[in-house]
């Protein structure tokens, strides 16, 4: 995936909201090594019986998780996504899971949208074309 330069800055969460967040991106370091359409598969059969999650909610998750994880902070875009997604389905929500890659520069990366729009990711998204995605099961917006 694509390599920011420098990594994301969030809020220190105190110790008490770090628990879902942290099983979270544990749980997602685990799905990332799974092959792409596996765990695609595997985001299908968890948003399962969820309701669309509003971009605030999607915001805080992806909030929560850079906070807790380093890795997420930095160089791993598609952990933080799966991450992001498992803390929303966690409160019975789901965002958009989109990967996909731009040709000029080559890049991959991976992201979560709501109504069509990347959620908190630094830089323009329009050049990459989505490969891979787990759109919300109803299709439909709170």
């Known amino acids: 995936m694509t ?3 420098v990594a994301e800055q969030a ?4 110790l008490r909201r770090q628990l879902a967040p942290r099983c979270a991106a544990g749980v997602a370091r685990l799905l990332v090594r799974l092959p792409p359409a596996r765990l695609q598969r595997m985001l299908r059969l968890i948003s399962r019986g969820t309701r ?3 971009h605030a909610e999607v915001a805080r998750a992806r909030r929560s998780v850079v906070s807790v994880s380093t890795r997420c902070a930095g160089l791993g ?6 991450a ?3 803390l929303c389905r966690a ?3 789901w965002a958009d899971w ?3 890659f731009r040709t000029q520069p080559f890049g991959a990366h991976a992201w979560v949208e709501v109504d069509g729009r990347p959620v908190d990711e630094p830089g323009e998204l329009s050049a990459f074309r989505t490969v891979l995605a787990v759109r ?3 299709g439909s917006r709170s």
């Open 91 to 93: 409160r019975g929500r």
């Open 77 to 82: 875009c598609l952990q933080r996504s799966v």
């Open 11 to 14: 809020a220190r969460l105190p």
């Open 136 to 138: 919300c099961p109803d």
């Open 98 to 100: 989109c990967t996909g």
């Open 84 to 86: 992001t997604v498992l």
């Open 52 to 54: 669309p999650a509003a």
């Open 3 to 5: 390599t920011p330069v």
